[in-house]
């Protein structure tokens, strides 16, 4: 039997997650929560992940721009005063 479409995007989207989860730059926390999510209900998942992106996206920016404007950039720093020779 041939696989549907569908089938077939499922197995290559479970390729992709069996990659990152054998990668070694990925976190930790990332592996075990794409582990988690393979156990879910899709439907729950999907509206699980909807309410994180609603929830984590606005303080990951908001947190970011904070430690941003903290931080010294470079080249800006404050001019100096330049001594006039008469």
Known sequence: MIPS?????VLSTERRIARA???PAFSEWL???????????PTAL???LELLEHLLRPWVEAR?????????HAGTAEPTAVPVQN
């Open 31 to 41: 592996k075990q929560t794409l582990r988690s999510a393979l156990d879910r209900d």
């Open 21 to 23: 989860l054998a990668h």
């Open 64 to 72: 970011i721009a904070v430690e941003q404007h903290s931080r010294p």
């Open 5 to 9: 479409p569908t089938e077939i995007d």
């Open 46 to 48: 999907g509206n699980d």
